[in-house]
């Protein structure tokens, strides 16, 4: 265990921690065994069933919270500790926010931790759930997910485009719940777009079989099979085979477009990079392009590119966050 792990353990047990460090440090435990286990062992020596909040029980209370500094004495790496016997009121404190995270951890909570990731413009990111699936957060997307799985299923929620590759479960389905869709899944491959404003969604899937259907009407819904894709415009569903594969090399920073219109790709860059793009005549920006930016060139070199193809002029306000492209 390293000085690290050290000082988070003792600013926990002395009460020093934020509530965001405590909740890190407990998604922290749940995801490494060595450190649960030391954790366990640690709440253990200290005596918590024994430990009392009344007055007239505290020197009972600091007989018991010695007794556990003396054994932490006997790991070197653990000699932060020692000090903490000067904090035995604080212990005693500390009893019922102690209590509930040894039932969290040991699986007795009810309710799982609800967690958020999210992709800020011109980035992308990459997480690993706790069944084991991956997940790629493209620029301006939103995840949320449990810190731990019900035996029933796993749900998460995604606001964005991403892609999932889906740990396989017999008994245990992975739902992707966004806007007004559900998609469910045991294991598989597949990618989701869904924007807020944009007036579709997109699933395409990769490998596996995925069902789409509109929430709480599952019955209604379609399955899609490898390398088909469905756009989901209020209730009505059309599927078709995946247009533009490359398209998910966003993953891996790159933006591939394949004879799209340029006022569609300038509407995605909108997206992408959190800026209002203004555009004075849309009929300028119908012309077809197919091609691919780095995610890291940023907004304006790629406007600079899109000029070479089809010329027009390119006004940024700054301080708005406004660019605006004109004749």
């Given at each position: ?7 988070r353990l003792l600013?926990?047990?002395?009460g020093e921690?934020t509530?965001?460090e405590r909740?890190e440090?407990?998604?922290r435990i749940?995801?490494?065994g060595?450190?649960k286990a030391e954790f366990i062992?640690l709440?253990n ?6 430990l009392?909040a ?18 932490l004495k ?14 035995a009121?604080i212990a005693?404190v500390l ?6 995270v040894?039932l969290?951890?040991s699986?007795?909570?009810t309710?799982?931790i ?14 690993t759930?706790q069944d084991g699936?991956?997940v790629?957060?493209?620029?301006q997307?939103?995840?949320?997910y449990?810190?731990r799985?019900?035996?029933r299923?796993r749900e998460v929620e995604i606001?964005?485009e991403?892609?999932f590759?889906?740990?396989?479960e017999k008994?245990?389905?992975f739902i992707?719940?966004?806007?007004h869709?559900?998609?469910k899944?045991?294991?598989?491959r597949?990618n989701?777009?869904?924007y807020?404003g944009v007036?579709?969604?997109?699933t395409?899937l ?8 509109q929430a709480g009407?599952e019955?209604s819904g379609?399955?899609?099979?490898p390398d ?5 415009r209020?209730?009505n569903?059309?599927i078709?085979?995946v247009?533009n594969?490359?398209?998910?090399l966003w993953?891996?920073?790159v933006?591939?477009?394949n ?6 790709i300038?509407e995605?860059?909108?997206l992408?990079?959190?800026v209002e ?5 849309p ?6 392009y197919?091609?691919k930016f780095?995610q890291?060139d940023g ?14 002029k390119?006004k940024?306000?700054r301080?708005?966050?406004?660019i605006?492209l004109t004749?």
């Amino acid at each position: 265990m390293n000085s690290e792990i050290d000082s988070r353990l003792l600013q926990y047990f002395s009460g020093e921690s934020t509530v965001g460090e405590r909740l890190e440090l407990i998604r922290r435990i749940e995801n490494d065994g060595l450190l649960k286990a030391e954790f366990i062992r640690l709440q253990n020596l200290n005596a918590v069933s024994q430990l009392s909040a009344r007055p007239t029980d505290r020197s009972e209370g600091e007989i018991h919270f010695k007794a556990f500094t003396n054994q932490l004495k006997w790991n070197k790496q653990r000699r932060l500790f020692v000090n903490i016997v000067k904090y035995a009121a604080i212990a005693l404190v500390l009893m019922a926010s102690t209590v509930w995270v040894t039932l969290y951890l040991s699986g007795a909570a009810t309710e799982p931790i609800m967690n958020t990731l999210h992709t800020p413009a011109g980035q992308r990111a990459q997480i690993t759930l706790q069944d084991g699936t991956e997940v790629w957060l493209n620029a301006q997307s939103t995840l949320r997910y449990p810190s731990r799985f019900s035996k029933r299923n796993r749900e998460v929620e995604i606001t964005g485009e991403a892609f999932f590759d889906v740990a396989q479960e017999k008994k245990r389905p992975f739902i992707v719940s966004t806007q007004h869709i559900n998609m469910k899944v045991l294991g598989t491959r597949f990618n989701v777009y869904s924007y807020p404003g944009v007036d579709y969604i997109q699933t395409s899937l990769i490998e596996g079989s995925v069902k789409v259907y509109q929430a709480g009407d599952e019955k209604s819904g379609i399955i899609l099979k490898p390398d088909e894709q469905v756009i989901i415009r209020g209730n009505n569903m059309t599927i078709s085979d995946v247009s533009n594969p490359e398209h998910l090399l966003w993953r891996n920073g790159v933006y591939a477009f394949n004879n799209e219109r340029l006022i569609v790709i300038i509407e995605k860059l909108q997206l992408y990079y959190d800026v209002e793009i203004i555009v004075e005549d849309p009929e300028i920006f119908n012309v077809r392009y197919t091609g691919k930016f780095r995610q890291r060139d940023g907004i304006d070199e790629i406007l600079r590119i899109l000029q070479k193809i089809q010329s027009f002029k390119i006004k940024r306000d700054r301080d708005n966050n406004i660019i605006t492209l004109t004749k």
